[in-house]
């Protein structure tokens, strides 16, 4: 255990895999500052969770607008004085519907701003602070997602802003080790949340066809980024893939 009381921030925390680890962190005895666009949602999340209100911060954040985001670190250092763990959670994809060629530019951008974009200005500013600090240091743990690996048909935004993240994890993972920053990235599959609701009706395959997928209980991820996150800093998982077991991955399907 960490001698002194540990801060997270968690990006995309009013519903789904962020809610779910946010709220995991603190029951597990971290101080949490929820971020989000949705200040309500972010209320909400911890207001129906029975979590110590005490240990919570809401901070409404357009993590893809730099002002905003300067002020999530800002507000938390206020409230909490230090940052331990930034979950770069936020993130969104264009309609599965829309072939590639006709996405608009701002469908392309918008994605990009969420997913690849946000998750550099946090990455700055817990940069700023997690080497200044005493003790020095802390981790961030980037949410990839299958699609880090692997594309579903009409998805170039989201595939390609989730293979970046991959070298966004790499790249801050070797600048951070002079400041004793350890990065890591989760890639989830099919998580029971808002976005994968779809593939209960079925979601379009490789192949044309169109499959129900199973999923898996949104908690399940909410614990392994609580393992990922009371690691020592001397040590890192640096890639974790955790999803429902018999979705198609591995092999053609
Ligand atoms: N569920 C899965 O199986 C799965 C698989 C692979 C990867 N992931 C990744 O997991 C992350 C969370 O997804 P989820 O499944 O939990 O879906 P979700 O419930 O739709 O959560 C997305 C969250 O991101 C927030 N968000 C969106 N745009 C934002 C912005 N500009 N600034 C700040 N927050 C923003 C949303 O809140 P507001 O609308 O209030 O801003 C929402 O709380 C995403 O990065 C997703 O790519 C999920």
């Given at each position: 255990m960490a001698s002194h009381d540990r801060v997270a921030i968690v990006t995309?925390?009013?519903?789904g895999i962020g809610k779910a680890s946010a709220l995991a962190l603190l029951k597990a005895g971290w101080h949490v500052a929820f971020a989000g666009r949705r200040a309500d949602a972010l209320e909400k999340a911890i207001a129906g969770?029975?979590?110590?209100?005490?240990?919570a911060l809401t901070v409404a954040t357009d993590v893809g607008k730099p002002d905003q985001v300067k002020n999530l670190f800002a507000k938390t250092m206020e409230k909490?004085?230090?940052?331990?763990?930034?979950?770069?959670n936020a993130g969104m994809g264009t309609p599965?519907?829309?072939?590639l060629e006709d996405l608009t530019v701002e469908q392309w951008q918008a994605v990009v701003a969420v997913n690849l974009t946000g998750p550099f200005l946090c990455t700055q500013e817990a940069f700023r602070i997690m080497k200044a600090q005493t003790p020095r240091g802390g981790r961030i743990i980037n949410n990839g997602s299958i699609s880090a690996h692997a594309p579903r048909p009409n998805s170039s935004p989201y595939t390609a802003t989730k293979h970046a993240i991959t070298g966004l994890t790499r790249a801050s993972m070797l600048d951070g080790r002079k400041y004793d920053i350890a990065v890591g990235q989760i890639d989830i599959g099919n998580a029971a949340t808002e976005m994968t609701e779809r593939m209960v009706n079925g979601v379009a395959q490789a192949d044309g066809s169109v499959k129900v997928e199973p999923r898996m209980d949104v908690q399940h991820v909410a614990d392994a980024i609580v393992h990922m996150a009371n690691?020592?800093?001397?040590?890192?998982?640096l890639f974790m893939t955790i999803k429902a077991t018999k979705m198609p991955f591995e092999g053609r399907g």
């Open positions: 995309g925390a009013g519903s969770s029975g979590a110590d209100r005490s240990r909490f004085g230090r940052l331990d763990l930034l979950f770069n599965g519907t829309i072939n690691l020592p800093l001397e040590s890192n998982v």
